[in-house]
Structure formats: C-alpha cells, structure tokens
C-alpha cells in the first residue's frame, strides 16, 4: 500500500481541518510499530487510522486491532483496503466520543482486556485524545502516539520546566520521547517537525479516583499565574488564604516561594495530601 497512490485511487483530498497528514514515511512506520512493541497477543486501539497504512501492519502482528477514523471517506477505504483481515474492525466515530472500553472488550462480553493504543492523531486534539485515553476506567497499559515535536517535549519535561499538560500525562503514565519525524514524512507536508512519544501506563495511581479532582484543581490553580509564587498562586487559585496554604506546603516540604514548574508530579501529589487529607 502506498499512501499517494491510495489517495488518488480514490481522489481523495486531505482535509485541512481534521488536520489530515498522512505518514508516507516507512522507516517512521517500523519505528511506531517497535514503539509499540506488538505482538501476536496484543489487543490495539488505532485511533485516526487515516488510508490504513498502519492499520495493515499492526492487522499482521497482533492479535486484534480497532482502527477508529471519523472521515467516512477514509471509512469506506479502510473497510475495502483491510477486508481480508478477520482480526481488524473498522469503526466510525470519534474517539472523544466513544465508549473505549466497550471498543476493546472482547467478543464473547467477556471482561475488557489489557490493550494498546498507538495512535496519529490530528495534533489540534492531542490534548482531549490524552485526557479521553488516560481518564479511562479501563486504562491501556501502553500509549504510543504521533504528536507535534514541541508537545512531545513539553510532556517528558523534567522539574524546572514543568507545564499542566507534563504534570497531566505524567500523573498517569511515564512518558518518553522516542524520535523527532521530519515533516517531510508526510503528505500533505505539516509545517513542523512530529516525535514519536511513549507512555507506559501506571498500573497503579498515585491518588485515589476520588482524590484526582482535588488534584487537578491544586495543580491547575499553581500553573493559573505561572509567574508568581507558589503560595500566593495556590491562595489566589484555590480561593484561600495564604496563611491556609503555608502549613499544607511545609507539610509537604516545598518551599512556597518556588514556582509551578518547578515540582514534581510526586511533589503536587503530597501537597494535595496535605491541603486535603491532613494526618490525624
């Protein structure tokens, strides 16, 4: 399969505003594919399974694949391209959208297995895709994705550069960037450069289901004015006093005139512990 000649068989036209840039790359392919380390076992969640490229290789590795697209167009190829694959479900949809533990639960209505999701996504989404997979109750044990260069860097940010969005994604999972693709690897040509990113999935969070609102809120109100300090922010974002923000912070051992980005995920977690759940 060859992505310009499939676009022309079927006169199709990539669709700037579902930000359609298809890999035409090979070796880019094979680097996703041992990303992702697939198996004959494995159960993956494509998501933006574009003319299929991807799709057929992982058909040919594993054990099941759920190729999701939400262009019609790109459905009606999908299904025709990938007919022969028993193991290969095409799905109309749109990922933010739909049920993905119903997606990946087996055919026998069996409990939803371990799964992977690998996934080139429109990079004007990366965000609420991230948020839709992670968030999951029935979380995948690995995540392999196609996002803008920058993002990827942002993500695997160590403390000093720390960003909502690296918190956010290191809060669920440990993230790697694995490789910067060229924007020459795909048609039509993006204007940047992409990465490779992994995320290998905590079997275990740092925090409770019910403590991860909390969370958020105390990190979203950290990184509200990112150029304050950290306990006048936190008093500010989170409606209190400052005199309410000192002791929580001593408890956790951060100095309150540090910044937002300058915290660990481990850092934010015990000073949520601590403005929440004091010992007793």
């Known amino acids: 399969m060859d992505t310009k000649a499939l676009l022309r068989e079927f006169e199709i036209r990539p669709l700037k505003g579902l930000g359609q840039n298809f890999l035409v790359d090979r070796g880019v392919l094979q680097r996703i594919l041992e990303t992702a380390e697939v198996g004959p076992q494995d159960v993956v969640l494509e998501v933006g399974a574009g003319l299929g490229i991807l799709t057929r ?74 948020r839709r997979i992670l968030e999951q109750d029935h979380k995948p044990e ?37 490789a910067r ?15 490779i990113l992994r995320i290998d999935v905590h079997e275990q969070l740092p925090l409770p289901r019910d403590s991860m609102g909390p969370f958020f809120d105390v990190v979203r109100a950290g990184f509200g004015q990112r ?15 400052v005199e309410r923000i000192s002791e929580p912070l001593a408890w956790a051992g951060i100095d309150g005139r540090r910044r937002a980005e300058t915290l660990s995920v481990g850092e934010w977690v015990a000073l949520c512990q601590a403005l929440y759940m004091p010992a007793t």
């Open 181 to 195: 693709v060229p924007a020459r690897c795909f048609h039509p040509i993006p204007k940047v450069d992409s990465a």
């Open 57 to 130: 290789a992982l058909a040919e590795r594993v054990r099941r694949v759920i190729a999701v697209e939400v262009d019609q167009l790109l459905v009606t190829v999908l299904r025709e391209q990938l007919s022969t694959f028993a193991n290969c479900e095409v799905v109309l949809g749109d990922i933010l959208e739909l049920d993905i533990a119903e997606l990946v639960r087996t055919a026998d209505a069996g409990p939803a297995p371990r799964y992977k999701v690998v996934a080139n996504i429109p990079y004007y989404i990366t965000s609420a895709v991230l």
């Open 227 to 241: 150029r304050k300090q950290l306990h006048n922010a936190l008093a500010r974002g989170l409606h209190l006093p």
């Open 142 to 178: 690995l995540v392999v994705l196609m996002v803008q260069n920058e993002v990827a860097k942002r993500i695997v940010a160590e403390p000093g550069e720390m960003s909502l969005l690296s918190v956010s994604v290191q809060f669920y999972g440990r993230p790697s960037f694995i």
